[in-house]
């Protein structure tokens, strides 16, 4: 199963990937995103959100 994560110190809190793949990433109180817990980072929206990242904040991994 793919894994996803985000580099919080990288992460500019533009909620892009919230709004492509709103079932992986959410913001958080920190106005950063977050992976949901125990999401499907396998989905086509999560490589998505990850090639549009403006910081390269998130990666996802096979």
Same mark, same amino acid.
Do not use: I, R
């Given at each position: 199963m793919a894994q996803v994560s985000v580099d919080?110190? #990288?992460c500019i809190g533009c @909620? #892009?990937?919230t709004q492509i793949c /709103?079932? =992986?990433f959410v913001m958080g109180n920190d106005d950063k995103a977050e992976v =949901? /817990?125990?999401a499907d980072a @396998?989905? /086509?929206c999560a490589k998505e959100a990850e090639?549009?990242?403006p910081? @390269?904040?998130i990666k996802v991994e096979a």
């Open positions: 919080k110190d #990288l @909620s #892009l990937c /709103p079932s =992986v =949901v /817990p125990g @396998s989905q /086509p090639e549009s990242c910081s @390269s904040a």
